[in-house]
């Protein structure tokens, strides 16, 4: 073995070059953290030609067959993005001998659980820190520091470019395109940002943090969904009077040796910590029963903070391949069923547009009693420029979410309703069955 611990990249894209460029300038702090510098020896990317400035260009390769070639090469750092070829690339790698970090939170969402236990059989490391939160320590927390815990909740903030964009919009009055265009020039969005609006990375994300905390298997489709897409300015201007903001919030608990999962614009207290994590910043706030409730917060995307993740796991890697050691016990993760909306339990918030009519509001809280949901508040707004039409805007009670969808679907059919113009969760004194 040569002097240095060889290391190749998949990716010098936004994240990659970022960690190039920590790898040169802290250089001789990583070489003593480690015990021997690190060397880069290879750099795997799509488009060969286009100028990669501070990366030699005989680094560069379009060939993984290459790296796996150089016995050199003891960890591989996957920052390419999306599942394939991604998934494949890592499981070649980690059947190859090489410790592997990544970034990639679809990958470790959709084949986490069979990509670790492959690492496992071939006695080498897959670590991912940087896969959720961003700068965020998260993973190696709810790895080490929290399992004496049962975890028994994660809520969580944790895809920045929309915290960006609904803070920039609640406080600046900010347009959605303006600052989602914003979001992706400073480097937090996704390739396609519809991963982040829709909600689709933070699903990714919640089943990464699912398996960690619970020890359990969850799919990312089996979490239920919104993005931020459907988001007016009036609901967050509503939701201010009522004494909240809205946050993309992911939410998972443990209720009965079941899985709630979900992903969904949700109004938040203005007093709870997480009504406070603005801009980029995300935060991961933990419930367990020794522990209490922690949170973790920091920022949540970005070529430094991101940068910052994917180096400390191979500080870590080659700290290992420098003294041998052989990683930890792989624990299986458990198959749970995870509970479908309707049998979640939560209070929400119901914008509907109407005619402005005598029993118009009497009609529509029928409809709601009906279902056995109670209403905890309601305001009636005009609508500005079209007259004879009103806005309301009711709280409820705890009520099961397949009955909030039954009585949204009678609602919807009464001809004096002209749009149901959103249908928000509300966090805050959960539920118990
Ligand atoms: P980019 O699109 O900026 O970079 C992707 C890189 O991978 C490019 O260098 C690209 O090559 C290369 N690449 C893509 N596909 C292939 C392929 N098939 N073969 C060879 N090379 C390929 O992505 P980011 O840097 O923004 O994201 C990288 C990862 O980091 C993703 O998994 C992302 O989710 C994750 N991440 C991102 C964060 C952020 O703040 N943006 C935060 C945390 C995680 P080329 O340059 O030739 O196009
Ligand atoms: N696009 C992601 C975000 C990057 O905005 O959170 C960090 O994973």
């Given at each position: 073995?040569?002097?240095?611990?060889?290391?190749?990249?998949?990716?010098?894209?936004?994240?990659?070059?970022?960690?190039?460029?920590?790898?040169?300038?802290?250089?001789?702090?990583?070489?003593?953290?480690?015990?021997?510098?690190?060397?880069?020896?290879?750099?795997?990317?799509?488009?060969?030609?286009?100028?990669?400035?501070?990366?030699?260009?005989?680094?560069?390769?379009?060939?993984?067959?290459?790296?796996?070639?150089?016995?050199?090469?003891?960890?591989?750092?996957?920052?390419?993005?999306?599942?394939?070829?991604?998934?494949?690339?890592?499981?070649?790698?980690?059947?190859?001998?090489?410790?592997?970090?990544?970034?990639?939170?679809?990958?470790?969402?959709?084949?986490?659980?069979?990509?670790?236990?492959?690492?496992?059989?071939?006695?080498?490391?897959?670590?991912?820190?940087?896969?959720v939160g961003g700068g965020i320590?998260i993973?190696?927390?709810?790895?080490?520091?929290?399992?004496?815990?049962?975890?028994?909740?994660?809520?969580a903030i944790i895809n920045g470019t929309t915290n960006y964009?609904?803070?920039?919009?609640?406080?600046?009055?900010?347009?959605?395109?303006?600052?989602?265009?914003?979001?992706?020039?400073?480097?937090y969005?996704?390739?396609?940002?519809?991963?982040?609006?829709?909600?689709?990375?933070a699903?990714?994300k919640?089943?990464?943090?699912?398996?960690?905390?619970?020890?359990?298997?969850?799919?990312?489709?089996?979490?239920?969904?919104?993005?931020?897409?459907?988001?007016?300015?009036?609901?967050?201007?509503?939701?201010?009077?009522?004494?909240?903001?809205?946050k993309l919030?992911a939410?998972?608990?443990?209720?009965?040796?079941?899985?709630?999962?979900?992903?969904?614009?949700?109004?938040?207290?203005?007093?709870?910590?997480l009504?406070?994590v603005d801009g980029v910043l995300n935060a991961v706030?933990?419930?367990?029963?020794?522990?209490?409730?922690?949170?973790f917060e920091g920022p949540g995307a970005?070529?430094?903070p991101?940068?910052?993740?994917?180096?400390?796991?191979?500080?870590?890697?080659?700290?290992?391949?420098?003294?041998?050691?052989?990683?930890?016990?792989?624990?299986?993760?458990?198959?749970?069923?995870?509970?479908?909306?309707?049998?979640?339990?939560?209070?929400?918030?119901?914008?509907?547009?109407?005619?402005?009519?005598?029993?118009?509001?009497?009609?529509?809280?029928?409809?709601?009693?009906?279902?056995?949901?109670?209403?905890?508040?309601?305001?009636?707004?005009?609508?500005?420029?079209?007259?004879?039409?009103?806005?309301?805007?009711?709280?409820?009670?705890?009520?099961?979410?397949?009955?909030?969808?039954?009585?949204?679907?009678?609602?919807?059919?009464?001809?004096?309703?002209?749009?149901?113009?959103?249908?928000?969760?509300?966090?805050?004194?959960?539920?118990?069955?």
């Amino acid at each position: 073995m040569s002097g240095s611990v060889g290391v190749a990249l998949l990716g010098a894209g936004n994240i990659g070059s970022g960690v190039i460029a920590a790898l040169v300038r802290s250089a001789g702090r990583y070489a003593a953290r480690v015990g021997r510098p690190l060397e880069v020896r290879h750099v795997l990317v799509r488009d060969m030609l286009r100028p990669r400035p501070g990366v030699a260009s005989g680094l560069i390769t379009g060939d993984l067959g290459v790296i796996l070639e150089d016995a050199e090469t003891r960890i591989v750092i996957e920052l390419m993005g999306g599942e394939e070829p991604a998934r494949a690339y890592i499981e070649r790698c980690l059947r190859a001998g090489r410790h592997v970090v990544t970034a990639n939170k679809e990958v470790m969402a959709k084949a986490g659980g069979e990509l670790l236990q492959i690492a496992h059989e071939h006695g080498v490391r897959l670590l991912y820190e940087a896969s959720v939160g961003g700068g965020i320590p998260i993973i190696a927390p709810l790895s080490r520091d929290l399992l004496a815990n049962e975890v028994t909740a994660v809520t969580a903030i944790i895809n920045g470019t929309t915290n960006y964009m609904l803070t920039a919009m609640a406080q600046q009055g900010a347009d959605y395109e303006d600052v989602l265009a914003e979001a992706q020039a400073l480097g937090y969005a996704e390739p396609d940002p519809t991963a982040d609006v829709e909600g689709i990375d933070a699903s990714f994300k919640l089943a990464v943090l699912c398996g960690l905390a619970f020890n359990v298997a969850v799919a990312p489709e089996q979490i239920a969904r919104q993005g931020i897409s459907g988001i007016a300015a009036v609901d967050i201007a509503y939701a201010e009077q009522l004494g909240y903001v809205i946050k993309l919030l992911a939410r998972a608990r443990l209720v009965d040796g079941e899985v709630e999962a979900t992903v969904q614009p949700t109004l938040v207290p203005v007093e709870e910590p997480l009504a406070k994590v603005d801009g980029v910043l995300n935060a991961v706030q933990i419930e367990g029963d020794l522990v209490g409730r922690v949170v973790f917060e920091g920022p949540g995307a970005g070529p430094g903070p991101t940068a910052s993740s994917v180096l400390a796991d191979v500080l870590d890697a080659a700290q290992d391949v420098v003294a041998g050691r052989a990683p930890l016990a792989f624990v299986p993760r458990r198959t749970v069923r995870v509970r479908p909306p309707e049998e979640h339990r939560s209070r929400y918030y119901l914008r509907i547009t109407v005619q402005d009519r005598p029993g118009v509001l009497a009609r529509i809280a029928q409809a709601l009693g009906d279902a056995q949901i109670s209403i905890a508040s309601f305001i009636q707004y005009e609508v500005e420029g079209a007259e004879g039409t009103a806005e309301l805007v009711f709280t409820t009670h705890h009520a099961d979410g397949g009955a909030l969808r039954g009585a949204i679907g009678v609602i919807e059919a009464m001809d004096v309703v002209q749009e149901i113009g959103n249908v928000l969760p509300m966090a805050g004194e959960e539920a118990a069955r």
